[in-house]
């Protein structure tokens, strides 16, 4: 029903900023909670952040917090993660998700994007 694309990984230098997208098509995404969750090599899938169908709530795990920020624009059917000061521990496949309710369960999320590379250099 909801397809997603994530876009904008690359390579960075420590403390850098990187911007990804994630495009919805196939339905809107304006009635869902949209997630970014990340996964290293050998790694759990994470949780990163997620921002509620309004965008008036976010949450964000401690490990990005105050340096990471979820927005979305729902008449574009667009979700973005703003990344600023990474580490080289931020290295990851980083995916979104959409859900119907706000949580930072990866099991509460029904549908993923593909994933995107990020990786930050020393």
């Known amino acids: 029903q909801v397809q997603l694309v994530e876009s904008g990984g690359g390579l960075v230098q420590a403390g850098g900023s990187l911007r990804l997208s994630c495009a919805a098509s196939?339905?809107?995404?304006?009635?869902?909670?949209m997630g970014w969750f990340r996964q290293a090599p050998g790694k759990e899938r994470e949780f990163v952040g997620v921002?509620?169908?309004?965008?008036?709530?976010?949450y964000y795990a401690g490990s990005v917090k105050g340096r990471f920020t979820i927005s979305r624009d729902n008449a574009k059917k667009e979700v973005y993660l703003q990344m600023n000061s990474l580490k080289p521990e931020d290295t990851a496949v980083y995916y979104c998700?959409?859900?119907?309710?706000?949580?930072?369960?990866?099991?509460?999320?029904?549908?993923w994007g593909q994933g995107t590379q990020v990786t930050v250099s020393s």
């Open positions: 998700a959409a859900g119907n309710y706000v949580a930072t369960d990866k099991g509460r999320f029904g549908y």
């Open positions: 196939g339905r809107t995404i304006s009635n869902y909670a």
């Open positions: 921002i509620s169908w309004s965008g008036g709530d976010t």
